[in-house]
């Protein structure tokens, strides 16, 4: 099983929004309503920002969105913030055998 | 709020086995939620290593099995990570979380213990 692809890196400036894509295959992302999406600062833990494709943990900005077509999700970031600088991984629920896969994860920098 | 603790041997030879412990504290691990553990190679990704539930069941990442187990001990409200047959390849930041069975999302982490395999 594969990583789920995301892009390398997207950047933005202040107050801007920026899309951040993860593509999967009709075995993982297409095939479940499983979408996560985790937020990385450098050193620190990750942290669930979206669960169930747009779903948002209580005490995440509602700046954080999370939407799903086909085999492909997608996290929007509106109204970017400095501290919004991070790196991004999606993950999906694969079933049976592989039952978990990652994203590659995308570096998000606020210019 | 649940914390979750990860510890053990930050260093192992090569050929050797890992052994990293979750302590749980703020839930039970006798709850309806899964346990897993996730690793990151430096400067790379996350990767799913497996999880297990109060009943002992686990679930594991095909290219580890073989290599991994993993399992809870509910009277000390913790769980347990073994990988052995270490190589290099296998030195990462470790970290334990608590996953959401019903959405499958992991909604709580370990702070990470990084661990490297050199002799």
């Known amino acids: 099983q594969s990583a789920l692809t995301q892009p390398a890196s997207v950047s933005g400036s202040p107050g801007q929004s920026i899309t951040i894509s993860c593509a999967g295959t009709s075995s993982d992302v297409g095939s479940y309503g499983s979408v996560s999406w985790y937020q990385q600062h450098p050193g620190k833990a990750p942290k669930l920002i979206i669960y169930k494709v747009d779903y948002r943990p209580s005490g995440v900005s509602n700046r954080f969105s999370g939407s799903k077509s086909g085999n492909r999700a997608s996290l929007t970031i509106s109204g970017l913030q400095a501290e919004d600088e991070a790196d991004y991984y999606c993950c999906s629920y694969a079933g049976g055998y592989t039952h978990y896969v990652f994203g590659t994860g995308t570096r998000v920098t606020v210019l | 709020q649940v914390q979750l603790q990860e510890s053990g041997p930050r260093l192992v030879k090569p050929s050797g086995t890992l052994s990293l412990t979750c302590a749980v504290s703020g839930a039970s691990v006798s709850t309806t939620h899964w346990w897993s553990w996730v690793r990151q190679s430096p400067g790379t990704g996350l990767e799913w290593i497996g999880e297990?539930?109060?009943?002992?069941?686990?679930n594991y990442n095909p290219s580890l099995k073989g290599r991994v187990t993993i399992s809870i001990d509910k009277s000390k409200n913790q769980f347990s990570l073994m990988l052995n047959s270490v190589t290099a390849a296998d030195t990462a930041v470790y970290y334990c979380?608590?996953?959401?069975?019903?959405?499958?999302?992991?909604?709580?982490w370990g702070q990470g213990t990084l661990v490297t395999v050199s002799s």
């Open positions: 297990v539930y109060q009943s002992g069941t686990s």
């Open positions: 979380g608590r996953v959401v069975g019903s959405g499958s999302y992991v909604d709580s």
